[in-house]
């Protein structure tokens, strides 16, 4: 059997991917990609960041058997990956230590980072903290409105939180602003991307961080189950999650890999952000080509998710490639099912999940009661639901 | 010979600079774009760059950031700006276009389709801002099956390697952008854009022109006395900004003298 070994030297995945960045940029990734092919099979390196994958952040994080779920959707049986349980409360930690730890290898003593839901943001300031690094975070001002918790947690990490005012204000805005600061800082300063997008090598490299999920899973399944399980879902903003756990399953047959993205109000009124679910355009956004949502004259258009954090129009161009290549299925699900979702969790199993990991569960439920009761479906909790309490509680018309 | 190059051509002999003004197509409004670059070749353009507004232009500053944003109200987009070209064509058949912009908005369309309705708009060459020669072989061999110039960037990071690979796709001139950052920052160094422009001298015969952080008489004679093309953006669309519908043509026609006046006093 062929392998899969994606992406190539250049960052391709097929016509996805590669390094569509102005020349300004050019010099600056080309040194990132050498020091990261240098250090990602290096011993220490590599133990540096395991060290700090289990006494800081807490791994492995555990899976749980989600029985009372199971029992109420009546199916297959629901597992969760509880990344919600590490320290900041989101995967993102494990990608923001590896590229800090890189940063630090390169001599650069300031990092920036782009972010939507904040949960990025909050990791990168923590990281940046723990490791003395000054540390500056582009947020859309409306998403410094949606996640007030944790803009505060970024400035009491002692990060400098800037609002970005241009475009849509959102999260793709933010990676602008990121983009326009690196090209002038580059001499001193590292950009920490929090998804699997941008030009090459972060695709490749955030989901190399990431992959510690999938791996740590697929060990932990075995111990739990006996088995691998039958699907395994996770959702997708610009998909570092997903490719986490998928990758170390990409190999492995009779595992479905099911990403779900954002409908919003739903695919039909336009007011989404799921480009693979709706079949957009291929086109080129933020350094990489991949499919984006855009209107026919090629500018990109606004995203609605009631999630700040699947709240992007394009997605990472290893989701494009596996989506072509018929590896990975992508679905969408809508503002109230992942809100339905969410309250199913916290009332059930006693979690409060993030409206970004209520997406996976939405999908999970529907997916589990087509199943039998002997067959597995592993849901990635990409996070706890702590920094949606202002949205949900405004969802529902409470005053905190 | 493509115009950009019988353009160059012609200011050499004359021992001349060429003064290329920036402006955003359909900023502050679509039906002053084509007004506007009559204005600036009456008053001092030799060639106009054109910017096709996009709605993520990660390598701009916030002048001209906003210049997009006030073009897209309108809905100013790549077809809409071929036909603000074909429109200055009419009266204008000498002065090259050079269209900059983003690979979006052309990959939206398709290269092939791009190439050919450039053609017939008559444009005479592109900047592709996030297509580095690495990822656009086929785009630029449609664009130079019509003797559309491909125009790439230099930066003060790229390699003398790279110098090499750029020019060996580019035809027309090379754009050197005289600082790190985006467009409208404010610390040209001529001193070191003099030694990197002489070292890409020797790597090309094309052209060389400057652009990023000329804003006024000064820095555009400094630049004009060691590069082939003077290029200013960011301060045209200051000027464009800070104008109105009445004082607009006038403000810009005055910029452009000083700036042409500067750049023909520069000694060679
Ligand atoms: C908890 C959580 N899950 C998922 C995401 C979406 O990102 P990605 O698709 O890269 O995993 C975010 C982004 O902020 C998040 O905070």
């Known amino acids: 059997m062929q392998l899969y070994d994606m992406p190539d030297a250049r960052g391709h995945f097929g016509q996805f991917g590669g390094t569509f960045v102005a020349e300004t940029l050019v010099e600056a990734l080309e040194e990132l990609r050498v020091m990261y092919e240098k250090y990602r099979h290096d011993p220490e390196f590599l133990a540096e960041f395991a060290y700090d994958l289990k006494h800081f952040v807490g791994r492995p994080s555990p899976i749980y058997h989600a029985k009372r779920l199971s029992d109420k959707v009546g199916g297959a049986?629901?597992?969760?990956?509880?990344?919600?349980l590490n320290h900041t409360g989101a995967h993102k930690i494990n990608n923001t230590i590896g590229q800090a730890l890189l940063a630090k290898r390169m001599g650069k003593p300031r990092v920036i980072a782009e972010t939507g839901a904040g949960q990025h943001g909050v990791a990168t300031a923590t990281i940046a903290a723990r490791l003395g690094l000054e540390c500056v975070v582009y947020m859309g001002s409306e998403d410094v409105k949606r996640q007030a918790p944790n803009v505060f947690r970024m400035k009491l990490l002692g990060a400098t939180v800037v609002p970005v005012e241009s475009g849509s204000k959102t999260l793709k805005d933010a990676l602008n602003e990121a983009m326009r600061d690196?090209?002038?800082?580059?001499?001193?300063?590292?950009?920490?991307?929090g998804t699997v997008a941008g030009p090459h090598p972060y695709p490749m490299m955030v989901r190399d961080f990431q992959a510690v999920i999938g791996v740590e899973a697929k060990v932990q399944m075995m111990e739990m189950a006996n088995r691998q399980p039958d699907a395994v879902v996770a959702c997708v903003g610009g998909g570092s999650n997903a490719m986490g756990i998928f990758y170390p399953y990409i190999d492995v047959p009779n595992v479905r890999l099911i990403g779900v993205e954002a409908a919003g109000h739903g695919i039909e009124t336009g007011m989404h952000a799921a480009p693979l679910t709706a079949n957009s355009p291929v086109g080129v956004l933020h350094g990489n080509r991949t499919?984006?949502?855009?209107?026919?004259?090629?500018?990109?258009?606004e995203t609605h998710s009631v999630s700040a954090g699947l709240d992007y129009p394009g997605v990472g161009p290893e989701h494009a490639w596996l989506k072509d290549i018929k590896r990975a299925e992508y679905v969408a699900i809508t503002d109230d099912e992942a809100m339905a979702a969410f309250h199913n969790l916290c009332r059930t199993e006693g979690i409060i999940p993030a409206l970004e990991s209520s997406h996976a569960l939405a999908y999970a439920e529907k997916l589990a009661k087509t199943m039998r009761k002997d067959q597995i479906v592993l849901v990635n909790l990409s996070g706890r639901g702590d920094k949606d309490i202002n949205t949900v509680a405004k969802l529902a018309n409470i005053t905190l | 010979m493509s115009r950009i190059q019988s353009t160059f051509t012609t200011l050499k002999q004359q021992g001349k600079t060429a003064l290329i003004p920036y402006i955003t197509a359909g900023d502050p409004h679509p039906k002053h774009t084509v007004n506007l670059m009559h204005t600036m070749v009456k008053n001092g353009a030799d060639m106009i760059e054109l910017g096709v507004p996009f709605s993520d232009p990660m390598a701009d500053g916030p002048v001209i950031?906003?210049?997009s944003e006030r073009a897209l109200v309108h809905k100013v987009g790549l077809t809409a700006v071929l036909n603000m070209v074909k429109e200055f064509r009419q009266t204008d058949q000498k002065t090259p276009i050079i269209l900059m912009g983003y690979a979006n908005p052309i990959e939206a369309i398709g290269a092939t389709v791009f190439a050919d309705r450039a053609k017939a708009a008559d444009v005479d060459g592109v900047i592709t801002v996030d297509y580095p020669p690495e990822e656009c072989g086929d785009f630029v061999k449609e664009l130079q099956?019509?003797?559309?110039?491909?125009?790439?960037?230099?930066?003060?990071?790229?390699?003398?390697?790279?110098?090499?690979?750029?020019?060996?796709?580019?035809s027309g001139f090379v754009y050197y952008v005289s600082l790190k950052g985006v467009t409208g920052a404010a610390n040209l160094n001529i001193e070191e854009v003099s030694q990197r422009v002489a070292s890409i001298r020797e790597q090309t015969k094309l052209p060389v022109g400057v652009g990023f952080g000329i804003?006024?008489?000064?820095?555009?004679?400094?630049?004009?006395?060691?590069?082939?093309?003077?290029?200013?953006?960011?301060?045209?669309v200051q000027t464009i900004e800070a104008?109105?519908?009445?004082?607009?043509?006038?403000?810009?026609?005055t910029l452009m003298t000083e700036l042409k006046t500067a750049v023909d006093a520069a000694k060679k």
Do not use: C
């Open chain 1, 77 to 84: 049986q629901i597992y969760l990956k509880r990344e919600d």
């Open chain 1, 182 to 193: 690196w090209v002038t800082n580059v001499h001193n300063t590292f950009y920490i991307i």
């Open chain 1, 291 to 301: 499919y984006l949502m855009q209107d026919a004259d090629g500018q990109i258009i």
């Open chain 2, 65 to 67: 950031q906003r210049a």
């Open chain 2, 145 to 170: 099956a019509r003797d559309i110039d491909p125009v790439f960037l230099l930066s003060p990071t790229t390699e003398p390697k790279r110098v090499d690979l750029i020019v060996s796709q580019a």
């Open chain 2, 215 to 236: 804003r006024d008489a000064a820095t555009a004679m400094a630049t004009a006395a060691i590069a082939d093309a003077v290029v200013v953006g960011s301060r045209m």
């Open chain 2, 243 to 253: 104008s109105n519908d009445d004082n607009l043509l006038h403000n810009v026609a």
